[in-house]
């Protein structure tokens, strides 16, 4: 069944001169314009779409990806305030997204940056953001374990750290480490993503989260994520021992300190070689 706010691969059923329709079942037909439509696009096709209403109304499908679909999180930039409406923001898709005056907690302003749940308005049933995110969590336990790598994005500074959405659904709280006086998390910023180690669990459902793991047993499990990394990549990064610390923890989600012994680690076996700038896998 096709659905309203999410990507679903739907079959063509038709070509007009707008574009062409695809079969969305109980929704019925749906256009994808004539901008998103390649020559692969025949009669039968099956098609990744998303599904969403244009500014009248009415379904369509794109292409396009939008910087989060229903049930999710995101930050985005105000892109207009209306008075009567609220604030729209721009969420990758020509159609902005509207975020209603009672779903702000505080005004927003155009070019402010705002973390929102995308969710659907039961007033309207249309899609709309929410800047309430504390209302959007979800209500199981959150599946994770100590130790296990996530991504986490941050909208809030609280005394003991950053509260940030994770996976999507649960509330987690990456902390101050060394009494509040760990720079590199208190260098993070509001709608930052950023990867991060469970280091527990809570019964009020919450997830506890630090920028690194404990100990040494973080440089396993890392330097088979360099390897990954490099196999992905055709065998060469432009990363290596003296690369800063910002873009380590961009692109592996580690300190610098973590990622140079992993190296080291993967060196010592032979498994890479240092290219200066970069590393390279030997082969």
């Known amino acids: 069944m096709a659905l309203l706010g999410k990507r679903n691969l739907l ?15 109980p929704l019925g037909e749906i256009l994808l314009p004539r901008r998103y439509v390649t020559p692969a696009m025949v009669h039968g096709q099956q098609v990744d779409v998303f599904l969403y209403r244009d500014s009248e109304d009415r379904l369509v499908a794109t292409t396009d990806r939008p910087r989060a679909m229903l049930g999710e999180f995101a930050c985005m930039e105000v892109k207009d305030v209306s008075d009567r409406a609220g604030a729209f923001l721009d969420w990758g898709l020509p159609k902005d997204l509207l975020l209603p005056f009672r779903e702000q907690g505080k005004p927003v302003r155009i070019g402010q940056k705002v973390v929102v749940a995308v969710c659907m308005d039961e007033r309207t049933d249309r899609i ?24 986490a994005l941050v909208f809030a500074r609280t005394p003991l750290g950053f509260n940030a959405v994770v996976g999507n659904a649960y509330r987690g709280l990456l902390y101050f480490q060394h009494g509040g006086k760990d720079q590199r998390a208190s260098g993070l910023s509001y709608g930052q993503r950023v990867k991060c180690f469970v280091t527990g669990v809570r019964e009020d459902r919450k997830v506890d989260l630090s920028l690194d793991a404990a100990g040494y047993q973080r440089v396993a499990p890392l330097t088979e994520q360099v390897m990954a990394a490099l196999t992905a990549a055709g065998g060469t990064l432009a990363v290596d021992d003296d690369t800063p610390p910002e873009l380590i923890r961009a692109s ?4 610098k300190k973590a990622f140079k012994q992993a190296l080291g680690a993967l060196f010592k076996a032979k498994r890479i070689e240092f290219t200066k700038p970069g590393i390279r896998a030997v082969r």
């Open 11 to 25: 079959p063509v059923s038709r070509e007009a001169d707008v574009g062409i329709y695809l079969d969305a079942g």
């Open 128 to 151: 709309i953001a929410s800047a309430r995110v504390d209302r959007h969590f979800g209500d199981g336990m959150p599946p994770y374990k100590a130790g296990e790598q996530v991504e």
């Open 252 to 255: 592996f989600g580690v300190s």
